[in-house]
């Protein structure tokens, strides 16, 4: 397992610190300095000026010390140097990392986040996303411009905490698959009917998206779940602001009758290792199965939360991005604008707001 950190990430003269550590760290690093044989067996708390290179690409040289078990890289690196070198990070399996009881670094955390995912597969500078604005807008390439919006609209996202909440009958098993995905044992687990009496919840980050989830109190009727859930007054505003709501089907219990999932939700069948075949056979075919016992499914429900908040394909190094919510807001505008080839409507909105693209 490896874990990295970035602060400070540099959009020109600042230092950037990218933090390397767990368990495969010392491998991590040995395919970025693989000339350098020194850093390998590192001497606590010594400097080392070495080249980083990914592939046998050199990318630049980086002041490195090794300390309390991790390795700080400090470089001063153009933002298409960070992306490769976390795109390579993230596939060798890293994934960012935080102490999630540590308020202070989770608003540093989200603050890096804000800032670097922009960037990360931003175009180099900000003249190139008014090029392909301006442009898509002369010639109505309402293509581009919707591919602009898509890639944009996970910079925007990775900014922001999105509240999930898990929700269905008591019992059906959401205070494990709570405990699962914060990776903590924060919630009270039993046999017994209405153990969680209250809405607990917990920060966490799947792909560098920010999640606020909620494991809420069961519902006694089975097939009115959503609806005996929101009858609690002091769930209704939550539930109202929900980005995705998830309701639970335990399949160790018989369907209703009217089964007939709502799609609105997203909708989740706990429970798996105790289904039998004909609660099996009345399931959709892209239904969403799993069991926290035996642990089947559980990747699928980490990409089915992604891809509720998220839906598009994921943008590459070199595709441009808004860099901010204001610029995000009016692409999202023009977009609706030039559905309509409206172009002069659509380049008047533009000149209008000509600063925020700057």
């Known amino acids: 397992m490896i874990n990295y950190s970035i602060l ?40 080392y000026l070495i080249s980083i290179s990914i592939d046998g690409e050199p990318l630049d040289e980086a002041l490195v010390c ?10 001063h690196a153009s933002q298409a140097i960070l992306s ?33 995912a922009c960037h990360l597969f931003a175009a180099t500078n900000i003249n190139q996303l008014k090029y392909v604005v301006e442009n898509a807008i002369v010639s109505c ?24 909440f898990l929700t269905g009958p008591t019992n059906a098993g959401k205070s494990t698959l709570f405990n699962i995905l914060v990776d903590k044992q924060l919630a009270l687990v039993s046999n017994v009917c209405y153990t969680t009496r209250d809405a607990l919840s917990a920060s966490v980050i799947l792909n560098g998206i920010e999640i606020e989830l909620y494991d809420t109190p069961g519902s006694g009727d089975f097939d009115n779940a959503m609806q005996d859930l929101q009858s609690y007054n002091h769930f209704e505003t939550l539930l109202s602001e929900a980005d ?9 219990k018989a369907l209703p009758i009217d089964f007939n999932p709502n799609d609105e939700v997203l909708n989740f069948y706990s429970k798996l290792d105790l289904a039998n075949n004909d609660v099996l056979q009345m399931l959709p075919d892209d239904a969403i199965k799993f069991s926290s016992v035996t642990g089947d499914g559980l990747e699928q429900i980490k990409k089915s939360l992604l891809h509720r908040l998220y839906p598009y394909s994921l943008p590459k190094i070199g595709d441009t991005v808004c860099f901010s919510k204001k610029q995000y807001e009016i692409v999202k ?20 707001n000509e600063k925020v693209f700057r």
Do not use: W
Not at 17 to 22: E, I, Y
Not at 87 to 95: K, M
């Open 66 to 75: 090794f300390r309390d078990s991790k390795y700080f890289l400090y470089l």
């Open 84 to 116: 490769k070198l976390v795109h390579f990070l993230i596939a060798e399996g890293a994934y960012e990392a935080c102490n999630s009881d540590d308020s202070s670094q989770l608003r540093a955390l989200r603050l890096a986040r804000s800032r670097f």
């Open 333 to 352: 505008k023009l977009c609706k604008i030039l559905e309509k080839d409206k172009i002069n409507e659509a380049m008047e909105l533009y000149k209008n």
């Open 141 to 164: 390439d309402k293509k581009r411009l919707e591919l602009l919006y898509q890639h944009s609209y996970y910079a925007v996202l990775a900014q922001q905490t999105h509240a999930v």
């Open 244 to 252: 995705v709501i998830v309701n639970f089907y335990p399949l160790d």
């Open 8 to 47: 400070n990430p540099s959009t020109g003269s600042a230092i950037t610190v990218v933090t390397v550590f767990g368990t495969d760290a010392n491998q991590i690093i040995a395919k970025l300095v693989p000339a350098n044989t020194a850093i390998l067996n590192p001497v606590e708390n010594k400097n």
